[in-house]
């Protein structure tokens, strides 16, 4: 099951429950907790995992640290603070709003922290009808943990993202093997994967798209409403990478961007002052 519609996986106290068993792969997961003051408790057990606020504030108590997310109003009003929550640890999260818990099976250990929303790289990819924003809290570069990388793209109304349609599914020079989960926020938008299993799903708020293997592209923003997503990505490797491979029958497209200007409604968000 690729596509995975909202409230369909809910497990109480999360709203989405997706593990790497449920999903039918080794490595990545996402939970999704919904709170209006209340606590929850949980332990990470083998997964480190992120605590990365969609709307609202929470406070993070992790192994006798203590830490405040100011978070936002919601994905499509700014660039969030995170936290990072290790393997073996006992959590408790108290708060109102909606929290996602992007999470990879990981072996080495690394400490509680905090991941300031002002720290956040956001690069704006791509030109034309193809422009969008992608918010790399937890990419390779930017952030130091074992397995897990998580980023945001908000993709404007009309626009299409993740394209050209991509693959990484081979370990190469210039590949990694990886598992990816698309949460979506907003739309309607519509979802593709092919190549090794077929994929075309209309999305929208709490959706979710697995990406096992094969091509993956475009996300594709309905004229009218602008579409968000999470990715959680995790694989083998020792040295964590999002390196690609492009369907060669559509890696011309970036040559085309240095012809074309980028959508002027882009960056959509930013950090907090």
């Known amino acids: 099951m690729t596509f995975i519609p909202a409230g369909s996986t809910a497990l109480a106290p999360w709203a989405l429950l997706v593990t790497p068993e449920s999903a039918g792969w080794t490595y990545a997961g996402l939970r999704l907790l919904c709170l209006s003051g209340e606590s929850v408790e949980f332990t990470t057990g083998d997964e480190e995992m992120l605590v990365l606020p969609l709307s609202g504030s929470c406070a993070v108590e992790c192994d006798g640290v203590r830490l405040t997310l100011h978070g936002r109003t919601s994905v499509f009003q700014a660039v969030s603070d995170f936290a990072y929550l290790p393997v073996g640890a006992t959590v408790r999260i108290t708060g109102t709003g909606r929290f996602a818990f992007p999470a990879a099976r990981a072996t080495r250990s690394f400490p509680v922290r905090y991941g300031p929303a002002r720290e956040v790289p956001v690069e704006v990819r791509g030109a034309g009808q193809a422009s969008r924003q ?140």
Request: glycine fraction near 8%.
């Open 134 to 273: 992608v918010n790399n809290f937890c990419a390779p570069d930017a952030f130091d943990c074992d397995k897990l990388v998580a980023v945001e793209v908000l993709t404007p109304g009309g626009n299409w993202s993740s394209y050209p349609p991509h693959k990484h599914d081979t370990a190469a020079e210039h590949e990694a093997v990886l598992e990816e989960i698309y949460y979506f926020e907003g739309g309607p938008g519509y979802q593709r994967v092919y190549g090794t299993h077929d994929t075309l799903a209309e999305v929208s708020g709490g959706d979710v798209v697995l990406v096992p293997h094969g091509y993956h592209g475009p996300s594709m923003a309905a004229p009218g409403y602008d579409l968000y997503y999470l990715n959680v990505l995790a694989g083998p490797a020792p040295t964590r990478s999002m390196a690609f491979c492009d369907d060669p029958r559509h890696a011309w497209i970036r040559s085309s961007w240095t012809e074309q200007a980028v959508d002027s409604r882009l960056p959509m968000t930013k950090a907090p002052r």
